[in-house]
Structure formats: C-alpha cells, structure tokens
C-alpha cells in the first residue's frame, strides 16, 4: 500500500498497464466461466458493450452507475492511503441515504426545495461521516479492526434502514421492502433533460476528484496519511498522531460515500429503498484497488465496472443465459481482482527486497 | 454537373419505382412484430407468480400473431442491485417494445415514472391502482385478477381437510391487496368450518404470519421455509402460502416424509403443486393470457385506453384457459368427498347465492367493516384496511 506521492508519467503508464494486464486475466477469467457455461462468449461481450454505448441513454445509465462507484472510490483513497480497510464504505453510503431521506422527509412542505436539496445532501455527508467516525473510533479507542467494525456496521446500517421503511417510515398501511412513499418531483434532483444527467451530480463527482488528488498529493494531511500508511511506528516516533489521522482519513472517506448514498436517494431511486447503496461500497473496494490506489485512474477504473453493470444486463436479455450468470461473472470478478492483487503486492515486495538485500 | 444529374435523376427515379411497388411490396415482406416486454419481479420459472405472468406472455404469442416477448427476470433490488425500473423500460423501448407489462406491486413507482418518460409506449402495471388514485398518465393501465375467489376456495378445501383446526397463512408483505386475499382465505374456511362442517366456530384458528416480501432474500425478509416449518411444528396442518415461491408445498412434503399428517396450498401458479403432490390441496392460481390479449389487441389497433382491470374467474369453467382469469385446479391430496363439495361451492359463488363479503364483519379491532345484510362493494374489498375479525396476525405494521 505504499504508493506514490507525485504521479510523475512513467509511473501513470506503469499503473495503468498493471490495470491493462488485470483487466486482460479477468476477461480470461470471465470467458472461462461463459464457455462452461455454454454461452458464446464473444457474443456476451457485445452486448455487454453495446448494452452500455449502444445509445445515448443507455450511457446516461452508465454514468449513473458510475458516480456513486467514483464517490466511493474517492473516499476509500484515503484510508487506503493510511492502510486502512474501510469495508464499511457500503453501510457509510447507506447512512448518507438516511440522513438524506430524513432532511427530504423534513423538508416536504418546503417552498424552497432547491434548499431543502442542498442541506439534504449535506446531511447524508454528516450522515456518512458519523458511521465512518463510529468504526474509525473502534479501531482507534477499542483496538477493533476496521473490518470487522465496517462489516458490523454495515449490518446494523442496514438493519436501520429495513427499520425505518418497516416502520416510522412506511407508507401508510403498507409494510413492504419496496421502499419509503416517493418523493414529489421538485424533490428529484434536477436533471438536464436533453441529457438525461444531472449537472450537480457530475459536478459533485468532479469536484471530488479533483479535491483528494489535490488532498493527497499536495497537502500536509495527504502526506501525513501516507507516512502513518507507511510505516506507523516511525510516524509516530516524527511527531504525526496516527489515531487522529486515521479518524481525518475515515471522516473522508464516509463524507464520499455518504453523498453518494444521498445521491442515490435523490438523483436515482428518490425513495429510500432497501438496497439504496447497491453493492456500490463494496464495488467501489475493487475499483480501488484495481486503479493501483491512484486517484486519476480510479474513475477510468470505475467507468469500466459501471459499464459491466449496466451492460450485464444484457445477458439475460438477449442470450437468455440464466440471469444468475451476470452475478456469477461478478463474482469471478472479484475473486480475479484480489488474485491480481496478491500476485502484484508479491511481486512487488520480491522487487523491494531483491534491491536491499 | 452532369455527373450529380444523372445521379440525382436516377436516385429519384428509384424512389418513384420503390413507391410505386410499395404497397406489394409491404405485404410480401416479413412484417415487423409488435413486440412486448415483460418485466418479472422474480425467476421466469419460480413455480409461481413470475411463471405465471411468463407463460401468460407465451399464450399472447401464440394467440395475437405477429406480437413477440422479450422479458427480463429477476427484476428487484436485491437479485439486481443498481438497475432501475426506468432504465430497463429505456432498454426495452429502444429494442421495439411498443407495450410493457410490469408484474409487481414493487414495481409501481418506477413504472409510473417510465411511464412519464415514454407517452407513446403503453404500459400495464399488474396488480397496482394508479388509474384508480389518478396518479396513472394516459398510456398506464392497471390489470389484476379476482384471486379473492381463488382464496375463498383455498380456504374452503383447507377448512374442509384439517384435522387440528388450525391454518396458517404464509403471507408477503403487509398492504391492501395481500389482506384483501388473506381475508379471502379466512371467509372460505370459515364458511366450510360453520356452515358445511357445522363445528363450533371457536374451534376454527387461522393465523397469518407475513415475512416481509413476495418471495424469500435472505436477511432482509423472514425466511418462509422456517415459517412454514414452524407452523407444521406448532399444531398447524394446512399451510396456505399468499407468497410468489413454493416454499409451503416443499416444506409440508418433508413433513409428509417426516410421517405427519399435513397438508399445503400453494399459489400463484397452475403447475405450483408439481413436486408436492402428496399434500397438494390444490391451487389457486392466476391465468394472464387473456388479459394481456385483450390490452395487446387494443394497443395494436389503436383502442387503447388506460383502465383499472380487475378480472374475475369465468364461472362457466373457471379453469378455462381461454376466459379465465382465476382458476382452482385441486390438487391430489384432496379428499373425494371434499371434491364434490368443493363443486358446490364454487357453483354457488359463481351464481352469485353466495357472497361471502356480506355483513355483519368487523374488522380485527372490532370496527364494522360490514353491517348487517350490507355486501362489499369493489372498493372495499380492494382496499381492505385491515385483517377480519377471527383471524390472528398483524394487520399493519407495528
């Protein structure tokens, strides 16, 4: 995990062919799977393709995938950065749906809905922010792994959520998982019809890029992040608190995804819905680490997932492979990303310590 | 210049040939097909609700020439997590779907807001009430099948066969239409305990117990096989499932092996008691082909219109596949003597003797859902507000 501070080209070029060759085993991987399967797998790539471009909608589904994958993906830069494993990205994206549907709920009979909009995406920050300063305080003050933490609180996000919808937030006589009462359109985030996307959600995208590259390669925190990622015990020693550095690192990243949870709630679904976060954390994980942790290839990264998932759905569709198939693809996945992964960091370390011995 | 007059000269000359032997030239070519799509809350062959609703599809292919189904299964946010109900509708509309259906209650927002999105597409949301509300624009319809009556017979057959006295029902979620259809359930049994089998009415227990959707996803609903288990562990020896899957029939097969004496009725679909047959009461089950065709049939033509469809059961032969809507096919298990009784049953339904939603009732609270001699209108049984008196369970949620 200890990466680059300064992004200078040749490094870019050697991530970006590090992603090339995964993404190459992972194709290999995944056309394994479609031949046992019986599918043609050629086939299978093209409409996954044209299931994505194919037209200017279908895109506009992809981007749509896209910026809760980025947002998340943003966040996770940094506590990667400072070698935590933040798997409770997913539950922090759910927690910003929350806090987002709440402020909405609140502000139903509002006049100004575009404030009402503003100060409920603020709130799913705050929201996410919270259950991410939750585990950051259970690694930091209870000794519990971030994982564990994550996992845990994930759950219990999701428990919360089942609740609410079940309960004090269920449309009247109904208790079905299908979600809170939807909200009136003024309510929706606004989207450019001709487009079919929504400015602030791509401005909202952007500007996080741009603010953890600048965050993380050019700020004392960024660096501070990394040093402590680094080698703990000597950052320690150079005067940094690697407790309060990773609660700062855990507050972003739960900041990202709980406004990529709000996103959700009132840029796509404009409900709250049980499975508001859709695997996005989780997914946003190996986009991460898919990109070398490099913030300029992340969303190149996540692009590419974005497409696998709305293309997927093609299979079913025009194949009729059986629909679990796209899920089992993902799952290959996954499984090829960490093989990668693992052979990658291995290498890497040989390459390390064949210099110094 | 003389180059691009000979090429404009012939290139019109073309279109006047082309023109001239268009109209033969329509009919000798293959017609473009209408195509339809179909959205389906669970797997096309769950045995249930979703096969149900597939196989309706089938019968507008094979009944309304040149239509053609492209459908997409699974569609819920946790077989497919991320993709929308306006996102598949995009999809289906830009590969020719000029009609689409959309088979689940879950799926009411996202149909109406694709709706929105695509004026000259029509839509048929099953089982949902947005042409009642007002909410639906001009090209949403709602269709929905009378399964009161199919519950009713359920209930009977099940009432008829206990030996405990005691039925649980396997319910999804708590809203209007699964009470109305639980309710349903109750009215037949109790019918068939007072008034066939003239036993003491407090004898009768019937107890619903919801998991929280139509089908099982694990963690988030009650898992229904544990349900189910349960009531066979607790005394309860007919198990009626309102659920779209056949975890009833399933379980109450393993019990039948485990060498207890009970029986199941699942729903939903007319093959559902296949692989139970031991204890397969029968089913209740739904037939959408000729809704479909009717609504197909108008879109094509040019008659469509956006109603609220609730198709009954054609009582000449409420298992005709032709004309019915909602059928009963009893299933293996049922006693002979129970069968003919059944008969009667239904007869007296379909001639209207006997209507079961006449008052007095009250509702599970006490409150008078019907004086006395009043019958239901069609409103009321549709938006049924809470349990009936007699049955045990939640009526909304806590």
């Known amino acids: ?357 | 210049m003389l180059k691009k007059l000979l090429i404009s000269v012939s290139v019109i000359c073309l279109v006047l040939v082309f023109l001239a032997i268009t109209p033969n030239g329509i009919e000798a070519a293959p017609k473009k097909p209408y195509v339809f799509g179909m959205l389906l809350v669970g797997p096309y062959n769950d045995h249930g609700w979703s096969q149900a609703h597939y196989e309706g599809g089938e019968y507008v292919e094979k009944n309304v020439p040149g239509t053609k189904m492209i459908y997409i299964d699974k569609v819920n946010p946790a077989d497919r997590p991320g993709v929308t109900i306006p996102q598949l509708v995009d999809d289906m509309v830009e590969k020719g779907a000029e009609l689409i259906i959309a088979n689940s209650d879950d799926m009411k927002d996202g149909i109406r807001e694709a709706a929105f999105m695509h004026p000259n597409v029509h839509f048929i949301h099953v089982s949902g009430d947005d042409v009642l509300t007002g909410k639906a624009p001009k090209n949403l319809a709602n269709l929905m099948g009378r399964m009161e009556y199919g519950k009713m017979i359920a209930g009977f057959a099940a009432a008829l066969t206990t030996k405990t006295g005691k039925i649980g029902y396997l319910g999804p979620l708590i809203n209007e239409e699964t009470r109305r259809q639980a309710a349903s359930c109750y009215l037949g049994a109790k019918y068939a305990w007072e008034k066939v089998l003239r036993k003491n009415p407090n004898d009768l227990k019937f107890h619903v117990t919801w998991i929280g959707f139509w089908f099982n996803i694990p963690g988030v609903t009650a898992d229904p096989t544990q349900v189910a288990q349960n009531f066979f562990n607790t005394g309860y020896d007919v198990v009626i499932s309102g659920i779209d899957t056949t975890e009833a029939v399933v379980v109450g097969g393993q019990k039948r092996k485990e060498g207890k004496k009970v029986w199941a009725i699942p729903y939903d679909y007319v093959g559902a008691c296949k692989g139970g047959s031991d204890v397969c009461l029968g089913v209740p089950y739904f037939n959408w082909g000729p809704g479909y065709v009717g609504f197909i049939k108008a879109s094509i033509s040019g008659a469509w219109e956006s109603k609220w469809l609730w198709l009954g059961p054609d009582w000449k032969n409420i298992n005709d596949l032709h004309t019915s809507t909602v059928g009963f096919v009893s299933g293996p298990a049922l006693a002979p003597s129970a069968r003919l009784k059944l008969d009667t049953f239904i007869k007296n339904l379909g001639s209207g003797n006997l209507n079961l939603f006449t008052g007095p009732m009250y509702y599970q609270d006490g409150s008078t859902f019907l004086k006395a001699g009043e019958s239901a209108s069609d409103n009321q049984v549709w938006y049924m507000k809470q349990l009936l008196k007699g049955m045990t369970g939640q009526s909304s949620a806590k």
């Open chain 1, 1 to 357: 995990m200890t990466q680059i501070s300064h992004a200078t080209p040749e490094k870019f070029i050697r991530y970006t062919r590090e992603a090339l060759l995964t993404l190459l085993i992972v194709f290999a991987f995944t056309t394994l799977i479609l031949l046992l399967a019986g599918a043609p797998p050629f086939a299978a790539y093209i409409h996954i393709f044209r299931g994505s471009f194919g037209s200017w909608i279908k895109f506009t589904h992809v981007i749509k995938a896209w910026i809760p994958l980025t947002l998340c993906a943003c966040g996770l830069l940094y506590t990667f950065r400072i070698n935590l494993w933040n798997i409770g990205v997913e539950g922090q994206m759910m927690m910003g749906a929350v806090f987002t549907t709440a402020v909405l709920r609140w502000g139903l009979e509002s006049q100004v809905p575009f404030v009402v909009m503003g100060s409920s995406l603020g709130a799913g920050i705050i929201g996410g922010g919270i259950w991410a300063l939750l585990a950051g305080y259970l690694k930091t003050k209870g000794g519990v792994n971030e994982i564990f933490a994550g996992l845990g609180l994930n759950f219990v996000a999701q428990g919360l959520i089942l609740w609410l919808i079940f309960g004090p937030w269920k449309r009247p006589g109904v208790a079905s998982m299908s979600g809170t009462e939807i909200f009136p359109i003024d309510l929706w985030l606004p989207y450019l019809a001709i487009l079919r996307l929504s400015p602030v959600a791509l401005m909202l995208v952007a500007a996080a890029v741009v603010i953890t590259a600048l965050m993380l390669q050019y700020t004392r925190i960024g660096l501070n992040l990394k040093a402590i990622g680094s080698n703990r015990e000597a950052a320690f020693l150079f005067g940094l608190k690697p407790d309060r550095h990773m609660l700062i690192a855990m507050v972003f990243a739960g900041g990202f995804a709980g406004v990529a949870g709000g996103l959700q709630v009132t840029g796509v679904y404009h409900r709250l819905i049980p499975a508001i976060s859709s695997n996005y954390g989780y997914l946003a994980l190996l986009v991460v680490m898919l990109s070398s942790y490099n913030v300029w290839l992340a969303p190149f990264v996540a692009f590419f997932f974005a497409c696998l998932n709305v293309g997927g759905i093609q299979l079913p569709m025009m194949l009729e492979l059986d629909s679990s198939l796209s899920g089992v693809i993902q799952g290959a996945l996954v499984l090829a990303t960490l093989a990668v992964h693992a052979w990658r960091s291995r290498f890497r370390r040989a390459e390390i310590f064949g210099k110094y011995d």
